[in-house]
């Protein structure tokens, strides 16, 4: 028998204590963990097959009942597989999954809901509160693993969710519950039984203050497909994306609307990220995530800084991405940026990744410093290169029709990108930034 001490909250392995974490910087969190020697002398005879002869299975996908889960999912829930749902606490990720129980059960499946956190009565008022039909929903606040998954194989269900990962144990291990060697077994030993049993299983894991799920990054690795439930926890919208998916793309995003009566699909998320709103500082710009294009808006405010360096402060998008920005402004377009003070953020919790949305960026901040409105009903889209080339970008037909049908009037896009057909907006093509800029303020 051998130890060694583990941190809790990124899974850093150390063979001795220490105070701080050398991987995440976590203070007090390496917690000692018994290493049980196990027989190695057990050999098994197995062959290897030819790829071409092993059979084809055609997955049966189960709709969840909410268009927006199934685009992220890839079509539905595939049996057998294993789901790792995860998000802030209070996020609404309890909530999201009783109101697929109730759609699964209610089309004559078994759903088996094991509650770690409530008892069954607390369950039973959100779901009153969810209009629920709970005839067939199975409910169990157990927190041991074993007898958990033994109640499970009498119930023979097609969805078993597990609410949360933190909560269960084994018996077996000495590590209290929520340890990375406790997350770690009751993960694999859920895998386990999802795979024999053919049971679809939702795993619910709580996000730490690192953004990462609490337990170790080993527990991604381990399931099939990986959730992120994002947004402000105080905020009326949630986000949630794919991080892994062995069954379909991990591109695709949903939108939802915390209400009163649960979680509401967004059908059109453009219309939530914009606002009819004129005033210097503010910019449309378009982002693609997945299948789907998104008008998101994007604002900027600039003041005279009082400090020895200016503040650079962003929400939504990458610190360095902004700092870049403000230098192509500088140098390219001669528009002095070094004595101010720059915010940018990104109307309705959305974070944007691509760099298509460089040009919209750029323009508001131009907007904010000349204290100049953009006109209502424009579009910006294009990337921005270091010597101020406004560079092309993919999908800029998709790009476009959705914003003709938000009523955009005026669009202006990469000189390199080739226009889309049957368009009745004004599109104008810029080769440099400094061409968008005086195009967007020559009036």
Known sequence: MKNRFV????????????????????????????????????????KPVILSEVPHENYQRRSVGINEMDRVLGGGLVPGSLILLGGDP???KSTLMLQISDHISSNGSKVFYVSGEESSSQIRLRAERLNARVERINILSETELDTILNVA???????????????????????????????????SDIMRFAKTHNVTTVIIGHVTKFGIIAGPKTLEHIVDTVLYFEGDREGQFRILRAIKNRFGATNELGVFEMTSDGLKEVTNPSSIFISDIVAPGAVIVSVIEGSRPFLVEVQAL??????????????????KRLAMLLAVLERRVGINVYGLDCFVNVAGGIKL????????????????????????????VGEVGLCGEVRPVYGIDIRLKEAEKLGFKTAIIPLKNKLPANLSMKVIQVGEVNEAVSTVFSK
């Open 302 to 319: 600039t003041s005279p800084t009082f400090f020895n360096y200016p503040q650079r402060v962003t929400t939504g998008i990458d610190y």
């Open 353 to 380: 990744s691509e760099t298509s949305s460089d040009l919209g960026i750029l323009l508001a901040i131009s907007s904010s410093i000349k204290n100049r409105a953009v006109e209502k009903g424009l579009l910006a």
């Open 90 to 92: 209070g996020i609404g």
């Open 7 to 46: 941190c809790q909250d990124c899974g850093a392995v150390s063979p001795k204590w220490l105070g701080r974490c050398p991987n995440c910087g976590s203070y007090n969190s390496m917690v000692e963990e018994i290493i049980e020697k196990r027989d190695t002398t057990i050999k098994k005879d197995v």
């Open 153 to 187: 194989e009498e119930v023979k269900p097609d969805l078993m969710v597990i609410d949360s990962i933190q909560t269960v144990y084994k018996a077996d291990i000495s590590s209290a519950p929520g340890s990375v060697a406790q997350v770690r077994e009751c993960g």
